[in-house]
């Protein structure tokens, strides 16, 4: 069980392992040891998390969708699979609170009139500039 908020927890049973060799620090065991920890989530059959959350998710992390529909974490940081594997669940809960947490609706206002202002003074300043470069006319 990975548990993500007080509401959000995803079962085990959810999440598949996959283990590659890692292009990370290792050495010459790099060459033998498959340390690249590689989660997949088949997120949308997934019914621990709410829509609204993994619509969220998926529109901050398209990338990570793969054509089935399911959500890849990779990490290869480390050079023990374990702290890897550790590493792919930290990532996929970050992201999960991240995505948990609805956007506040931006609020319509209007410009105040010193900024009005502001701006016509500045149109006017640059108005004038611009004028003051051009050359005299014949009349």
């Not at 989530?41 to 709410?50: C, E, F, I, L, T």
């Not at 995505?99 to 500045?122: E, H, I």
Request: glycine letters at 4%.
């Amino acid at each position: 069980m990975l548990p993500v908020t007080d509401t959000i927890a995803i079962p085990d049973d959810e999440l598949d392992w996959s283990y590659a060799r890692s292009s990370g620090p290792g050495g010459q065991n790099v060459n033998k040891v498959a340390s690249k920890a590689v989660l997949r989530w088949a997120y949308g059959a997934s019914r621990s998390v709410p829509l609204d959350v993994k619509m969220r998710l998926r529109t901050a992390h398209p990338a990570r969708v793969t054509v089935d529909g399911d959500f890849l974490v990779v990490s290869q940081k480390y050079r023990d699979q374990e702290r890897n594997r550790a590493d792919c669940l930290e990532k996929l809960a970050a992201m999960i609170r991240a995505a948990a947490v609805a956007p506040v609706p931006r609020k319509v206002t209007k410009p105040t009139k010193g900024s009005k202002r502001r701006r016509v003074a500045d149109k006017r300043h640059q108005s004038t500039r611009k004028e003051q470069r051009r050359s005299p006319r014949d009349e």
